[in-house]
């Protein structure tokens, strides 16, 4: 049974920094590209970050370049999202999602809340 695991989230003050991680099992996670959402509330689901299983190239949303640094560790199945500098607008529930790209298998974590608030 996969499953994926968010920590690492909570309170944090405006220019503050967190480092979420999303721990896998059941899974290898060399086998998938990994990336990091969001949904604050009341909104839709947005995607942050991606990091690919082939090069570890990285893409980001606009407004997380700069800020925002995604990372992974295939030997301990874990993904990462270094955040600095975070605004009151990323406050939301941070999941991480493994997938194979233009495929239907993918991975869902439960989410873990960031809160950045003074």
């Known amino acids: 049974q996969v499953q994926l695991v968010e920590s690492g989230g909570g309170l944090v003050q405006p220019g503050g920094s967190l480092r979420l991680s999303c721990k896998g099992s059941g899974i290898t996670f060399g086998r998938y590209a990994l990336s990091w959402w969001r949904q604050e509330l009341g909104k839709e689901r947005e995607w942050v970050a991606t990091?690919?299983?082939?090069?570890?190239?990285?893409n980001y949303a606009n407004s997380v370049k700069g800020r925002f640094t995604i990372s992974r560790d295939d030997a301990e199945n874990t993904l990462y999202l270094q955040m600095n500098s975070l605004k009151l607008e990323d406050t939301a529930v941070y999941y991480c999602?493994?997938?194979?790209?233009?495929?239907?298998?993918?991975?869902w974590g439960q989410g873990t809340q960031v809160t950045v608030s003074s």
């Open positions: 999602k493994a997938f194979i790209p233009r495929s239907d298998n993918d991975y």
């Open positions: 990091i690919s299983n082939v090069d570890d190239g990285t």
